[in-house]
């Protein structure tokens, strides 16, 4: 499974974002704590796609239920 994680020193001083993007992961945690909606969270941020979404909480999933380190 491909991670839809970036970490670049160029891209907000090296925040993790969402690949291709430059909108930091904490992005999405702060609309779910906020009781924002992910569809909300994708109208406001276009370039982060739902499948990226549904691919980073897949991942976090399965590092929560399995102990696996998140890619």
Known sequence: M???IQVDSSILGGTPVFQGTRVPIQNLFD???G??????????????TKEQVI??????????????KAA
């Not at 009781?35 to 982060?48: A, G, Q, R, W, Y």
């Not at 691919?55 to 696996?68: F, Y």
């Open 31 to 33: 609309y779910i704590e």
């Open 35 to 48: 009781d924002e909606t992910i569809d909300e969270f994708l109208t406001d941020f276009p370039t982060v």
């Open 2 to 4: 491909k991670t839809v």
């Open 55 to 68: 691919q980073l909480l897949e991942q976090l999933k399965d590092q929560a239920l399995n102990g696996t």
